[in-house]
Structure formats: C-alpha cells, structure tokens
C-alpha cells in the first residue's frame, strides 16, 4: 500500500472513533481560588468558560387584561414569584399584591389602600422569606403576612432623622439583612446591615462612604434617569442566605443568617468610562422622559442645557445593575448595552452556585425582574394600549447550557476537522 493511502486510512480510522467517542478533552476554568481574611474568593477571569451565547426565548405566559380588576395593572413597582411558580404582583397605584398561579390564574389578592393592619400606602417591594412568611415593604417599613396571605404584624425600621429602609432580603430564621441609607451634607451613606426578626439591628456588616445627592430645586430632589449612578444591590440567597454588592467595583459577597460573609466571587474586568455619545444619549432620554413620563409630565420643565449641566457621571461605569440568583443557587449579574435600559437588551454575567464564570448571555429587547430554572420573567407594556403586562419566557437553549455545564468538557465537530494532505 502506498504511504499516502496508509496514511489516510489510518486517519480516517481515527477519525471514525472521534466521531463515535467524541473528544474528552476539559475546558479548565482559569480562575483562582484564595483565602482572604478568612473568606474564601473566587477570582475569576474576564472571559466566560464558555463564552458568550444568546438566549433563545420563548413566550410562555402573558398576564394582563384591561376589561378585568384581577388582571389590570396600573402601576407595577415589583413582581416575585415562589418556588411553586407563584406570582405576585406589587401595584403601588391600587396599594395591593396580586397573586397568580403558574398558569397565570388570579388565586387571591392581598392588602387594600389604608393605613390599618393589612393596608398599604406606598407598596414598593414583596419579599419570600425562606419559612414561608411573605413581606411587603413600603418606605421604611414592612408589612408580614402568612404563607397564606394573612395579616401578622407591621415593623418599622430607621426614622426620618437616621437610616431609612431602601431594600431587604429575609435570610434564614426570619433574619433581615437590610440595606440602609441616611441623608447626610456630603451626600447619601449606605450601609448593609443585619437586623433580628423584630427588625432591631443586630450589626452593620459594611458601610459605604456619601455619594452625590441628585440635584435640588426649590429644596425637591429632582428624578433624574442617570444609571451611572453607583448603587449597593441586595438580593436574597439561596439556604436563607443574602448577597450584596456595589456597583463601582465588581465584587459579589454571600452572607449567612449570621451576618458573615460565605464566600465573595470577583471577575478581572478593567474599569471603563462613559463616553460621550453615551453621555448625548442620556441627556435626550431624560429630555423625553419629563415629556412624556405620566410621573413627570407637567411637573418639570428643563432645557438641554440644564440637564447637562444636572447629570453627574463617575469615574467610570458601574459594574452592573442589579443581581439575580435562580433556586439552583446560579447568579445573574446583569449590565446594561447603553442608558436607554432594555431597549437594547441586556447581557448577563452568569456564575454557578460555586462562584465560577461560565458564560456571557444576552438578551434582547427585555430585562429579567425574576429568574427561576429554565425561565425567566418581565415586566413589559402593550405597544398598542400601553398597559402592563408580566411575561413569562422559557429559555429554549437551556438544556443545552447545563449540559455543557455538567459535561465541563467538549467534543470537536466533524466539520470543523482539516484535511491537510500532501
């Protein structure tokens, strides 16, 4: 037998067993695993393990009706949603929850307008604690009910002339680690704080130096839409546990019901600046806003000009704008493209339960308020009516990204073999 056809029968055997076996070559992830005052920190790369993908959705529920109380929604503050797939549903305009099942079915509807047991004023956010308890929390207070919607008892945390409540997530024995912030001459302070079940602080955990107070005029804060701003993100864990984090740097810390810190996931990512097209881009958008916000229409009046001249921007972007985290104990870091929010969709930091970078996800066109396995949820408008609506996606690839997940290897595609013969 000549070389050369030796040479390419013994190729295309091997070749035979790639295709039936695969390749058992691992992709490694590049990170590092460190110890840092006693805390473990997972330091990860810039790049993802895997990548970038696109996650391909698919509508799987669609909740809202104009022509039935149940179903309409003036004014959508905040939607969570159970590990049994139900929904609730914050209406700050009407002062209550609306509560759906999985197939979107109203089951019940809880707290009415008022200022008695069970009565809201200002409703802004529901939190699930992990015993079953729902609270609603509204200003700095909150509201608890029990796994059946019935009225416990209301608590009150800071005061007018100390630290307000501005977020909360309830950790494991009915704890509460809250994020607090006071107004001070240099600005605002804020601070995450672990409170008992009374609502009592129990210890401050960090505390973050003042940052600038939006402008004033006539002593009234004016609402600007400015997401440069850098914000402190809290969101609840899964075993009853917490997460935090601030936006000028990329550093996520898990907290026990304890107050202390679990572990910390850090990615190397270098700081980047707005630019000034962003910057163009921003000012136009609060320009439309007080034109056309029914929250701001006829209350403001502001030239381009002093608008400019309102917005502050940072040294450099923020790292993110929120963080999710599924019942898997997987975490969502989402960032923004550009300052007109979802226009453009966003992209997803996407870390598993061990704190490792696996893949940058993208999505197009909405930004997820709650994500479950497999699922994800939004609150959107009707292009036609402009009523709200809360939607639910499936992502179709799933199956595909946790398998890669769980395989932590890779096989070479026939296709994508050369033949080089001589």
């Known amino acids: 037998m000549k070389p050369r056809v030796l040479f390419l029968s013994a190729f295309l055997l091997n070749l035979s067993i790639v295709q039936i076996h695969g390749l058992s070559q691992v992709v490694k992830w590049k990170g590092t695993i460190e110890e840092e005052n006693g805390v473990k920190v997972i330091k990860n790369p810039k790049e993802p393990l895997y990548g970038g993908i696109t996650l391909e959705l698919e ?21 969570n949603v159970d590990m049994n797939g139900n929904i609730y549903v914050v209406d700050f305009k009407e002062k209550h929850i609306q509560v759906y099942d999985k197939f979107g079915t109203h ?41 059946k919607g019935v009225f416990k008892r209301s608590m009150t945390i800071g005061n007018p002339f100390g630290y307000q409540l501005t977020q909360l997530a309830i950790l494991e024995g009915e704890k509460i680690l809250a994020k607090l912030h006071k107004t001070t001459e240099k600005g605002t302070v804020s601070k995450i704080a672990l409170l008992d079940n009374s609502a009592k602080e129990i210890k401050t955990i960090v505390e973050y130096p003042p940052f600038e107070l939006e402008p004033m005029i006539n002593g009234k804060q004016i609402p600007l839409w400015n997401p440069y701003y850098f914000m402190l993100v809290l969101s609840p864990y899964i075993k009853g546990q ?5 936006s000028n740097e990329y550093e996520v810390v898990i907290v026990s019901s304890s107050g202390e810190k679990v572990f910390i996931i ?6 980047s600046s707005v630019t ?10 609060n320009i ?29 972007k923020p790292y993110f704008i929120n963080i999710l985290s599924d019942e898997d104990g997987n975490i969502y870091v989402i960032k923004l493209k550009d300052p007109s929010g979802v226009k453009h969709g966003v992209d997803i930091d996407y870390f598993n339960s061990k704190g490792e970078y696996l893949y940058r996800f993208t999505i197009k066109n909405k930004m997820p308020a ?3 396995r497999e699922y994800f949820y939004t609150v959107e408008t009707d292009s036609e009516t402009d009523y709200f609506r809360i939607k639910r996606y499936k992502i179709k690839n799933w199956e595909q990204i946790k398998k890669n997940e769980k395989s932590n290897g890779w096989t070479y595609p026939i296709s994508n073999i050369h033949l080089f013969l001589l």
């Open 276 to 285: 000034q097209k962003e910057k163009d881009l921003l000012v136009n958008l």
């Open 242 to 246: 917490g997460i935090y984090a601030y």
């Open 370 to 372: 709650v994500i479950r």
């Open 107 to 147: 089951t019940r509807t809880i707290g009415r307008p008022g200022q008695g047991p069970g009565e809201f004023q200002n409703p802004s956010y529901f939190h699930i604690g992990p015993e079953g308890n729902f609270y609603v929390q509204e200003m700095y207070k909150f509201h608890q009910f029990g796994p």
């Open 59 to 79: 509508e799987d529920l669609n909740i809202g009706n104009e022509n039935d109380e149940n179903y309409l929604f003036n004014l959508i503050f905040n939607i």
């Open 266 to 271: 850090k990615k190397d990512e270098p700081p």
């Open 288 to 316: 439309k806003m007080f034109r056309d916000s029914p929250l701001r229409k006829n209350k403001y009046s502001f030239s381009k000009n002093e608008i400019n001249k309102m917005i502050k921007f940072p040294s450099h």
